[in-house]
C-alpha cells in the first residue's frame, strides 16, 4: 500500500475475512473481528482523480460530488477493471466514514457492503450502477445516502443476559453418539464434507447445491436428546402436539413434528422444537426469534451434521441457563433483537431485524410480555428445587 491511501482516517486494512452465513450467529468473543471502516485497495482511484486535477479528500469528505464524479468519468473508469475495483472501495469507505456505526461487511458468496443495522450498500458493481443511471435515480440515491447520514446513530444500551452456571451435581448434557457415513460425489469420490474448500474458498455453483442433505439426519437424534436433557433437569411441560406447528414462523410447512417446553417460570422462555423433512430442525425461542439448523445447507457452506449441532446446543442451553434475552420494538424502525450468552462466558451473540411474519397482535403480545423482563428471560427452573 501506498501514502496515496491516506484519504480517510485511520490505517487502511484489508476487508474483514468473510463469514459463512450459517456462523453468523454464533461467533465466540475471541473470534469477533474489529470493523474495518477504512478499507485498503483504492490507490488507483487517488491516481486516476490526479490525472483528472481532482481532489480525491474533497470527494472522500462529500458523497453527492463522488457520486456525480463516478457518473460523469464512468466511461473512462469502466475502461480499466483495476481502476473500477479501486473506486468500488473508495466509494465504500466514503460510505463507512458518513456514520459512526457504519462498517464493512463481508460474507461468501455475497458482494462486500458497507452500511450498518438499518441500511446496507452493496459495493460490488456501484461504480457500473452510477455510471449507468439516469438523473432521476442519482437524484434518488444521493438523497437516500443524505438522509441516512442525518439520522442520529441508536444508542442503545447493549441486552446483557446473565446466565446461571451448572448447579453442583446437576447433571451434564452428552451429545450422542451420531452415525459415520460416508457420501461419495457423482464420479465416485469421497466428500470430505466440513473440509471440502482450500484457501481460495468454494467455487460460486456451490452456493446452490445441496448434496446429500441426509448428511444433517444426525440433528433430529441431537433434538431429541437435548428434550429429554431437559425434561430430566428442568420443571418443564412437554407436550409433543403437531398443533404446536403453526406457531413456528419459518419453514412451517416442512415441519413434520413439533415438541413445546414450557418452563414452570412465566419469566423463562418456551423453547419449541420443530424436526423438518430436509431433514432439519427448526427452535422457536421466546417469542419471537426462530433459528434454522442447518442455517444453510448449501455445499458451499460445507456444513457438517456436527457442526450444526454445536449451534443447536449453544441456543438451547444458553436458553435453558438464562442466557437469552428478545426486545421489541427496537429503534425507529421497530424491529426485533436478541442476545445470547452462554453459561460458562465463552461466547456470546445477538442480532436484529425486521420481525418475521407475525400477526399484529401476535407483536402486541410480546411487546406487552417482554416488558415484563427486560433483562432478558429467566433461568429455567430446575426439578425439584
Not at 468519468?73 to 466514503?94: H, K, M, P, Q, T
Not at 443524505?146 to 442503545?156: D, F, M
Not at 433437569?233 to 414450557?262: F, I, K, M, N
Amino acid at each position: 500500500m501506498g501514502d496515496a491511501e491516506d484519504v480517510f482516517e485511520g490505517p487502511a486494512v484489508e476487508l474483514p475475512e468473510p463469514m459463512q452465513r450459517s456462523r453468523a450467529l454464533y461467533r465466540p468473543e475471541s473470534e469477533v473481528q474489529r470493523p474495518v471502516r477504512h478499507a485498503r485497495g483504492y490507490e488507483r482511484f487517488v491516481a486516476f482523480c490526479s490525472e483528472q486535477d481532482v481532489d480525491a479528500a474533497q470527494l472522500g469528505s462529500d458523497p453527492a460530488r463522488l457520486v456525480e464524479f463516478l457518473h460523469s468519468s464512468g466511461a473512462r473508469i469502466a475502461a480499466d477493471s483495476a481502476l473500477e475495483a479501486a473506486a468500488g472501495v473508495f466509494a465504500g469507505n466514503v460510505l463507512a466514514h458518513l456514520r459512526p456505526d457504519a462498517q464493512w461487511r463481508t460474507f461468501e458468496g455475497s458482494s462486500p457492503a458497507v452500511g450498518n443495522d438499518d441500511l446496507q450498500f452493496e459495493i460490488e458493481g456501484l461504480p457500473g450502477r452510477i455510471r449507468e443511471a439516469d438523473v432521476e435515480w442519482l437524484e434518488g440515491f444521493i438523497s437516500v445516502i443524505q438522509e441516512w447520514q442525518s439520522e442520529e446513530a441508536e444508542s442503545l444500551p447493549a441486552m446483557q443476559p446473565r446466565p446461571v452456571p451448572a448447579a453442583p451435581g446437576q447433571p451434564p448434557y452428552v451429545r450422542p453418539a451420531l452415525p459415520v457415513e460416508e457420501f461419495r460425489s457423482p464420479d465416485g469420490q469421497p466428500i470430505p464434507y466440513g473440509s471440502r474448500w482450500g484457501v481460495d474458498g468454494p467455487p460460486l455453483e456451490a452456493y446452490s447445491v445441496d448434496s446429500h442433505t441426509e448428511r444433517f439426519a444426525g440433528l433430529h437424534t441431537v433434538a431429541r436428546a437435548l428434550i429429554e436433557h431437559l425434561r430430566e433437569v428442568y420443571d418443564v411441560d412437554a407436550e409433543p402436539d403437531p398443533e404446536r406447528v403453526p406457531e413456528l414462523l419459518v419453514h412451517s410447512e416442512e415441519v413434520r413434528e413439533a415438541v413445546r417446553l414450557t418452563p414452570r417460570d412465566p419469566g423463562a422462555a418456551v423453547l419449541t422444537f420443530g424436526f423438518t423433512s430436509y431433514p432439519g430442525v427448526v427452535v422457536h425461542a421466546g417469542l419471537l426469534h426462530e433459528f434454522i439448523f442447518p442455517s444453510c445447507g448449501c455445499d458451499a457452506c460445507d456444513e457438517t451434521a456436527e457442526s450444526e449441532a454445536d449451534r443447536l446446543e449453544r441456543l438451547v442451553l444458553a436458553v435453558a441457563a438464562g442466557g437469552y434475552g428478545e426486545r421489541y420494538p427496537v429503534g425507529r424502525r421497530g424491529w426485533s433483537e436478541y442476545a445470547l450468552t452462554a453459561a460458562d462466558g465463552s461466547w456470546s451473540e445477538g442480532g436484529r431485524g425486521e420481525p418475521d411474519a407475525v400477526a399484529g397482535t401476535r407483536l402486541r403480545e410480546a411487546e406487552l410480555k417482554l416488558q415484563e423482563v427486560p433483562e432478558g428471560w429467566r433461568p429455567w427452573p430446575l426439578r425439584n428445587s
